[in-house]
């Protein structure tokens, strides 16, 4: 799993799966390009806990419009991880920040469950 990533290799609308330090669930996160925006969430769905991506780094739906978890369907708004349908419609992934610097995107390097830091 890549801990940083350049946004000329992120498609648009794509998505990836980064790690960061601090990972105490190991799934890293979900990060998602739309035009020149970067949003991020914890890797882990809402509904059972687990990890969405069912091949690394696929987070969307086949239109690119939301993030889809592979498990059970459901879909999340990318803007704010809302999901808008499914088994956990209503609740939310857990957001994480990005830093965009210079084109790179990288994470902090904390669990955004708790905040703590490896
Ligand atoms: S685990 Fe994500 S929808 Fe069930």
New binding site residues.
């Given amino acids: 799993m890549q801990k940083i990533l350049r946004l000329k290799d992120l498609p648009d609308p794509g998505s990836a799966r980064l790690s960061f330090a601090g990972d105490n669930y190991g799934h890293g996160a979900c990060v998602v390009r739309r035009g020149d925006e970067v949003f991020a969430y914890l890797n882990r769905?809402?509904?059972?806990g687990?990890p969405?991506d069912w091949v690394e780094g696929r987070f969307l739906s086949v239109d690119g419009d939301l993030i889809q978890?592979?498990?059970?369907?459901?879909l999340f708004r990318i803007q704010d991880g809302r999901c808008l349908s499914?088994?956990?419609a209503g609740q939310y992934l857990t957001k994480m920040a990005v830093v965009l610097d210079d084109e790179v995107i990288t994470l902090p390097d904390s669990d955004p469950e708790t905040g703590s830091f490896s």
């Fill in positions: 769905c809402p509904h059972t687990g969405m978890c592979s498990l059970h369907g459901a499914g088994p956990c």
